[in-house]
Each structure stands twice: as structure tokens, then as C-alpha cells.
């Protein structure tokens, strides 16, 4: 009973939370540019509207491929929220990821089979961190599972420093921010236009954002889980990380497909993997 | 409730011009005139857009690129000719190449004259454009119920 709860509570709140939360982006954002920025509740107004236009799709498949897209994020987070086991929320995300690409492929323009190429290298750079993080959890916990994790009762981060480090810098690529926003170009009129969501207008791309909302939610349940031992302190703990990351979007250029590949392996190397030797050795 | 008055994204195109709107137009993004106020983003992509935003004259080598962008857009979508040469050719109607204003290639909704045009009246321009907007996504609508 308490399962089906969760789920439905992620299913609903999640896209309130999650368009919140891109409404503050963009306040701050603006703020850090010295702007003044639009209303709060501006990403439902884009999307809202994105619904009233016109679908122009340029084969039947691709706006199908979105709303799978959609699918597989909501059932990663209700795996998620529902305490389910760690690992298969990674592997479905990764599902959630491929149909992305796979509806980026879709209408063969050059600007989202780029996109989408470089969606797939991307996941190649962010997979091994969140493994290496299950991995870590699973360690420190003794579980594999949402709930058991959540309810340990030490602070994960305390053990899990490296681990944080590197999970920080693949949130980066996750929550499609510069420097790592190679696939979908988080601001227009650039060298990619859109990349990945190029091709997609009105309803489809409406679905688009509201899956990343959702992601963006389910990542920041992630960060949460570093420091659920007490929710005082994870909340704000979460509030910090979006911040930073927000203040990192707003500092950096976009970097190369082969720079992100190689820093985050090598981050996932020198922080996550020494952690978890650490680890092995130190937590009996 | 029509939500385009409030998240109308928009598509800047410079045709041939001296590039003094194209800089004007650019320059409502910045942190003085910060049109993002009013939700406006500048997408750079058609699919996106609903608002077509076009500097500078029609000539023969522009006149495709126009129609095409024109063509991607999907309904409903507005289109301000932005400047003098935009709305009628202006100092440069009379050259061999050049059509004339942007109504030569597309239709038109609204007219910012002007040279160059001062970021106020793009902004006015603009403001005035979501009101046709609003009445084209209400007739869009209509038309979806009756058929």
C-alpha cells in the first residue's frame, strides 16, 4: 500500500517539482547574468503553450520514441521512489536514454543524429559513475535497495566522498548543463541549434521537457540518498548541489565529446574506484 | 486559455542587410532590455519558433532560405518585419538584386519600421505581434473543432 503511494505521489508531484525547479534555474541563472529573468512559473507556460501547437513530426516514429522516452524515465523513478533495488533503476534510466537517442536518430537530420550520437557517448561517460555509486551504497549498506539505503542510519556521504565527487560530475551531463550539454545544446542559435530535440515541435517536445523534469527530480532523489540519514540536512544538501550546478552552467563553455569521455572516466577512476577500495579494506 | 501571450519564442533571421537591426534585435537580449522577462526565447530553430523575426531585404539568393524557414514553422506563427529594408527594401529597393521588403517572399503580420530600429520598438513590435498570435492559435482551434 505505502509502494503504491509513493508511486503515485512521484508520478504526480514529480513534474510540479521538477518545473518548479527549472523556474528557479532560470531565475538564477538570469540573476547570475544580471538580469531580471522570467516569472517562476515560466516552464509551464512553454510547455502549456508547446501543447496548443502544431505537431510537426517528420516520420511516425520519432514523437513515438519520446513518449517511450517518458515511460522509462517515470517507471526509473517509481522504481526509485518506491524503494525498489538501485541497480535496475540505473539500467532502466539507461532504457530511458537509448529511446531518447533512438528518437534522435529518427528523422536523419545532421543536427540530431549528431545530437543523438553524442546522447549515446555521453551515457558511455556517465554509466560507470552511477554503477561505481550502486556499487559504493551497496557496500556501506549491505543492500541494494532504495528503501534499505535511504533508512541507513550514518550519513553515505561521510563514507562516500569520492564517489559524491564523481556522481557530482556526471550530474552535470545528466541534467543536460553546460560544459557537458553536447547533445541537445542548452541555449540555441549555436553550432548544434538543438541537437538532439531539433527536430521536434510542439506536443513532442512538450514531452521531451516534461520527461526531463522528471529526471531532473529522480537525480536529485540520488544526491538525496548521500545524505538521507537525516532529512534536515539532505534537503538543503540537494538545494547546495543544484545551485552549484546551476553556477557551473553559467561559468564554463561547452567542452568536447572527447574531453567529457576522458575526464569523466578519469574521475570515476581517481575518485569513485579508490572510495571503493577504500572501502573493501576499512568497512568490515 | 491560450498560453503563446505569455512563452512566445522567436527565430531571427537577417536578410541583406547593414546588420544595424540584426544588433538591435540581439540587443533585446541583453541584461538592459532582458526580453526574457516576458518569456521570450530566441530559439535559433523553426521547429520551435513561433514568432519569425526578419531584418534586412529579400534578394534572389535569400528568398528561398526565408520561404523555407517560413515553411518549417509550425501553426500558428506570426511573422514582424523588423527595420525599414525589412518592411519595404529601403535605401536598397532599387538595387538589381533585391526583391523588395519581406512580404515579397512571405506574408506578413506586423511592421517595425525604423533605421536602425530601436530595441523599444522591436519589444512594442513584438508585444503587438502576440495579439495576432492569440487570434491566429483561436482560429487554429476553431478550425480543429469544426473539422
Given amino acids: 500500500m505505502k509502494t503504491a503511494l509513493c508511486v503515485v505521489a512521484w508520478v504526480v508531484i514529480a513534474p510540479f517539482l521538477g518545473g518548479l525547479l527549472a523556474g528557479v534555474d532560470r531565475i538564477i541563472t538570469a540573476r547570475m547574468q ?22 510537426v513530426a517528420v516520420n511516425v516514429f520519432q514523437n513515438y520514441y519520446m513518449v517511450c522516452f517518458l515511460v522509462f524515465v517515470i517507471v526509473t523513478g517509481a522504481l526509485f521512489f518506491s524503494g525498489g533495488d538501485i541497480l535496475l533503476t540505473i539500467f532502466a534510466l539507461a532504457v530511458a536514454g537509448v529511446f531518447f537517442a533512438l528518437g534522435a536518430f529518427s528523422p536523419n537530420s545532421p543536427y540530431s543524429n549528431i545530437g543523438a550520437e553524442r546522447e549515446l557517448l555521453q551515457m ?35 563514507f562516500l566522498p569520492g564517489v559524491f565527487l564523481a556522481f557530482l560530475f556526471v550530474l552535470t551531463i545528466k541534467l543536460r548543463k553546460s560544459p557537458f550539454d553536447l547533445s ?27 520527461a526531463h523534469w522528471y ?20 534537503i538543503p544538501a540537494v538545494l547546495v548541489a543544484y545551485f552549484i550546478e546551476i553556477f557551473i552552467d553559467n561559468t564554463y563553455a561547452r567542452l568536447t565529446w572527447h574531453f567529457t569521455l576522458k575526464s569523466s572516466w578519469i574521475v570515476a577512476g581517481v575518485c569513485g574506484v579508490v572510495n571503493i577500495f577504500l572501502i573493501a579494506f576499512l568497512v568490515k | 486559455m491560450s498560453f503563446f501571450k505569455k512563452s512566445p519564442w522567436v527565430i531571427h533571421y537577417d536578410g541583406s542587410s547593414c546588420n ?18 516576458f518569456g521570450i526565447i530566441n530559439t535559433g530553430n523553426p521547429k520551435h519558433a513561433d514568432v519569425f523575426l526578419i531584418t534586412g531585404t529579400i534578394n534572389e539568393q535569400n528568398l528561398e532560405v526565408v520561404r523555407n524557414i517560413y515553411n518549417q514553422m509550425p501553426d500558428p506563427k506570426v511573422v514582424a518585419a523588423i527595420g525599414i529594408c525589412a518592411t519595404s527594401g529601403g535605401i536598397f529597393r532599387e538595387c538589381y538584386n533585391v526583391k523588395g521588403g519581406v512580404d515579397t517572399a512571405i506574408p506578413v503580420d506586423i511592421y517595425i519600421p525604423g533605421c536602425a530600429v530601436r530595441p523599444e520598438a522591436i519589444i512594442d513590435g513584438v508585444v503587438a505581434a502576440l495579439g495576432v498570435l492569440e487570434k491566429k492559435a483561436a482560429a487554429l482551434k476553431t478550425m480543429k473543432a469544426s473539422a
Fill in chain 1, 34 to 55: 544580471s538580469r531580471v529573468g522570467p516569472p517562476l512559473l515560466q516552464p509551464f507556460y512553454d510547455v502549456l503553450k508547446l501543447f496548443g501547437k502544431q505537431g
Fill in chain 1, 124 to 158: 558511455m561517460s556517465y554509466e560507470p559513475i552511477l554503477i561505481i555509486a550502486a556499487i559504493g551504497m551497496f557496500m556501506v549498506t549491505k543492500s541494494w535497495h532504495v528503501h534499505d539505503i535511504a533508512g541507513f542510519q550514518k550519513p553515505l556521504f561521510v
Fill in chain 1, 184 to 210: 541537445t545544446s542548452h541555449h540555441g542559435h549555436q553550432e548544434l541549434v538543438k541537437g538532439a530535440t531539433t527536430e521536434f515541435a510542439g506536443p513532442s517536445l512538450a514531452v521531451i521537457e516534461i
Fill in chain 1, 215 to 234: 529526471e531532473n527530480v529522480l537525480l536529485m532523489g540520488f544526491v538525496y540518498l548521500f545524505f538521507a540519514f537525516n532529512w534536515v540536512v539532505a
Fill in chain 2, 20 to 37: 544595424g537591426c540584426d544588433i538591435e534585435v540581439l540587443a533585446c537580449l541583453t541584461p538592459l532590455y532582458d526580453i526574457e522577462r
